[in-house]
């Protein structure tokens, strides 16, 4: 078995102890069992890529992506490449802070919040818009954005909204209908396009 200087850098062992060690003694998620298992996988598949785990000397953790293939030549060996990936799992966990963030803010809102994609389809319905309509999101998700306003102004509504979405909120008054009573609300809307990162297309 033999390693380079990438992963001695990475662990903090030299290669004379990593090379006196098992892979069970390094990887924190698997025990010797669940190794050979994988082991027997790999050899029987030819390759594997999974996330795992790894100890530093200094007994910390590091999360790696390792991409292994199995070389039947020679009495069979397998070739293991290791990348540490923290900085993209700490990312990835900071990411679904804020998402989890944003959508409990967008759920407990007082105002009335819905979002709608560019083919008009709703994709989010807040509580305080469910109280509004009289509709439940689980039955507006989905479903176009006219089925909010009243059959005799649906056209003139969908039409006054999107000549207002732009780059600026405007706000203009539109019927809603609640669902519950039939009834018709006067609301002010306000609606505005959120771009993707090329500030070209709309989010979905």
Request: aromatic residues 8%; proline residues 3%; hydrophobic residues 40%.
């Given at each position: 078995?033999?390693?380079?200087?990438?992963?001695?850098?990475?662990?903090?062992?030299?290669?004379?102890?990593?090379?006196q060690m098992s892979i069970s003694d390094?990887?924190?998620?698997?025990?010797?069992?669940?190794?050979?298992?994988?082991?027997?996988?790999?050899?029987?598949?030819?390759?594997?890529?999974?996330?795992?785990?790894?100890?530093?000397?200094?007994?910390s953790l590091f999360a790696v992506e390792?991409?292994?293939?199995?070389?039947?030549?020679?009495?069979?060996?397998?070739?293991?490449?290791?990348?540490?990936?923290?900085?993209?799992?700490?990312?990835?966990?900071?990411?679904?802070?804020?998402?989890?963030?944003?959508?409990?803010?967008?759920?407990?809102?007082?105002?009335?919040?819905?979002?709608?994609?560019?083919?008009?389809?709703?994709?989010?319905f807040n509580r305080a818009f469910e109280?509004?309509?009289?509709?439940?999101?689980?039955?507006?998700?989905?479903?176009?954005?006219?089925?909010?306003?009243?059959?005799?102004?649906?056209?003139?509504?969908?039409?006054?909204?999107?000549?207002?979405?732009?780059?600026?909120?405007?706000?203009?008054?539109?019927?809603?209908?609640?669902?519950?009573?039939?009834?018709?609300?006067?609301?002010?809307?306000?609606?505005?396009?959120?771009?993707?990162?090329?500030?070209?297309?709309?989010?979905?």
């Amino acid at each position: 078995a033999d390693v380079n200087d990438a992963y001695c850098a990475m662990s903090g062992y030299s290669r004379a102890e990593l090379q006196q060690m098992s892979i069970s003694d390094i990887d924190a998620l698997e025990d010797a069992v669940e190794t050979a298992e994988r082991i027997q996988r790999i050899v029987a598949n030819g390759s594997e890529v999974f996330e795992t785990l790894h100890r530093r000397k200094d007994g910390s953790l590091f999360a790696v992506e390792v991409a292994v293939s199995y070389l039947a030549a020679d009495g069979g060996k397998l070739i293991c490449f290791c990348r540490d990936i923290t900085e993209r799992k700490r990312a990835a966990e900071t990411l679904r802070e804020t998402r989890d963030y944003l959508e409990n803010l967008l759920t407990y809102a007082n105002a009335p919040i819905i979002v709608w994609n560019p083919d008009f389809v709703i994709t989010r319905f807040n509580r305080a818009f469910e109280q509004l309509a009289g509709l439940p999101a689980a039955q507006a998700m989905g479903q176009p954005l006219s089925m909010l306003f009243p059959p005799a102004s649906r056209d003139a509504s969908m039409e006054r909204i999107c000549q207002s979405v732009g780059e600026r909120w405007e706000v203009v008054e539109i019927p809603i209908l609640d669902h519950r009573t039939g009834e018709t609300r006067i609301v002010l809307w306000n609606s505005a396009h959120i771009l993707d990162e090329d500030k070209v297309t709309l989010k979905a």
